[in-house]
T-cell receptor
Framework: GEDVEQSLFLSVREGDSSVINCTYT??????LYWYKQEPGAGLQLLTY?????DMKQDQRLTVLLNKKDKHLSLRIADTQTGDSAIYFC????????????FGAGTRLAVHP | NAGVTQTPKFQVLKTGQSMTLQCAQD?????MSWYRQDPGMGLRLIHY???????DQGEVPNGYNVSRSTTEDFPLRLLSAAPSQTSVYFC?????????????FGPGTRLTVL
């Protein structure tokens, strides 16, 4: 079946790097996504990676994909207080292209 | 361009009452969906639509109805509210069936059923 798991909480010091991890079960997933949710708001797409890629970099964000282990990570360099939010990992299975399967979300707290 | 809008932002219902959560998008997106968000569980898909006149069930459809008479609107109906439906509801839309599926989310409706 389809399942996405991620740890629920991460605390980092301002200026450090944050690494948020995610595991998924559907090996047919075509794209994997990271969404960000700020307090009281809907989700916003941060970045995505195609399943035949190992890494994608976008400014302070680095996404790593280990397809063999079905492991996805999001690294945020030079983490700022404005990065405090909930980060959701999501996959879109091949069988249901427009469907997204979300993890439970990782709450990132950035402290001075 | 307002994106995806949802009304109301907050709602309190008594058990057994009915109501409709409204969702509209002005991006001419074909695909629309409803999710519910519960603590520690991420977002779960309730119903979705791939175009006007076409709807289908998601992961947790029981207790909810949808219809899609226009491209822009995708209302979610609770026929007889239950406390288990207390949640935050998000509507989302996306444009295309090929390539990365960027879904645009509304701000959410926080529903409490007493």
């Amino acid at each position: 079946g389809e399942d996405v798991e991620q740890s629920l909480f991460l605390s980092v010091r301002e200026g450090d790097s944050s690494v948020i991890n995610c595991t998924y079960t559907d090996s047919s997933s075509t794209y994997l996504y990271w969404y960000k949710q700020e307090p009281g708001a809907g989700l916003q797409l941060l970045t995505y990676i195609f399943s035949n890629m190992d890494m994608k970099q976008d400014q302070r964000l680095t996404v790593l994909l280990n397809k063999k282990d079905k492991h996805l990570s999001l690294r945020i360099a030079d983490t700022q207080t404005g990065d405090s939010a909930i980060y959701f990992c999501a996959e879109s299975p091949l069988a249901g292209y427009n469907k997204l399967i979300f993890g439970a979300g990782t709450r990132l707290a950035v402290h001075p | 361009n307002a994106g995806v809008t949802q009304t109301p932002k907050f709602q309190v219902l008594k058990t057994g009452q009915s109501m409709t959560l409204q969702c509209a998008q002005d991006m001419n997106h074909e695909y629309m969906s409803w999710y519910r968000q519960d603590p520690g569980m991420g977002l779960r898909l309730i119903h979705y639509s791939v175009g006007a006149g076409i709807t289908d069930q998601g992961e947790v459809p029981n207790g909810y109805n949808v219809s899609r008479s226009t491209t822009e609107d995708f209302p979610l109906r609770l026929l007889s509210a239950a406390p288990s439906q207390t949640s935050v509801y998000f509507c989302a839309s996306s444009a295309q069936a090929g390539g990365p599926n960027e879904q645009f989310f509304g701000p959410g409706t926080r529903l409490t059923v007493l």
